[in-house]
């Protein structure tokens, strides 16, 4: 479970609610005594299987932290505060909530994140998953921010050639795709003809991951729900 409270320059945070707990990463709500909300996000330490994979909770605290890092002069993302033990990373928490019809959206919210989009693809980097509405949050200032930003992709890891040059303008293609696909369901007046036609096609990309990944989750959901009725996983967050 997330730790209950942590010290960070000079600051004790303590656990105020856990939001999400999976197989990779538990992240959660903490608060100062001075009442300043921050969020922790907590990679995996424990082995599975028997097979150790803090070098994976490691690993991916490192790459989103490079993430955040690269996008630390653009107010739609939130700011990193620091790293906590191993595979720990502390950012700012954006007051708002996920994108959602129980909330009435701007009408330039959208074109706004499109042009977030456009700045972090000009920066080679791809978000990956903005089909999460939850990813997507509109805060209290009216305006779109970006979190978690644990899957995005860029050139660092396996270097820039022309692999992974073609994966990233595909992955970059499916952002807009996604965005796209949720401006359908919440704006859908403020759609052009061709937003419209573009909303509707599905590429390949998103099919093959489609048939790939629907038994994964399909076997999560029930082994998660079999974990948490038997008390072996905590029921806060895990999902």
Known sequence: DLPASFTLQGKTYRREKTIKH??????????????????????????????????????????EMRFYRACEDLPNVPALLGQVGKTGLVHACVPGRPL???????????????????????RNIAYVDTNKPQNILQGDDGHPHLIDFQISFDLHDF???????????????????HILKHKRK????????????????????????????????????RTFKRLRDSGQLAPEGSK
């Open 22 to 63: 999976d197989f990779f990463a538990a992240t959660g709500f903490y608060l100062s005594d001075a009442g300043e909300r921050v969020v922790l996000k907590v990679g995996r330490t424990q082995d599975y299987a028997g097979v150790p994979l803090l070098w994976l909770g490691r690993w991916l605290c490192n790459r």
């Open 100 to 122: 959602s019809k129980e909330h009435a959206i701007p009408d330039a919210l959208f074109d706004e994140l499109f042009a977030l989009l456009d700045t972090l693809h000009g």
């Open 159 to 177: 270097g820039n050639n022309f692999i992974t040059r073609a994966i990233l303008r595909r992955l970059q293609k499916e952002d807009y795709y």
């Open 186 to 221: 919440l704006r859908p007046d403020l759609l052009t003809d061709a937003e419209k036609a573009a909303a509707k096609k599905v590429s390949w990309f998103i099919k093959a991951h489609r048939l790939i990944t629907r038994p994964y989750f399909l076997i999560r959901r």
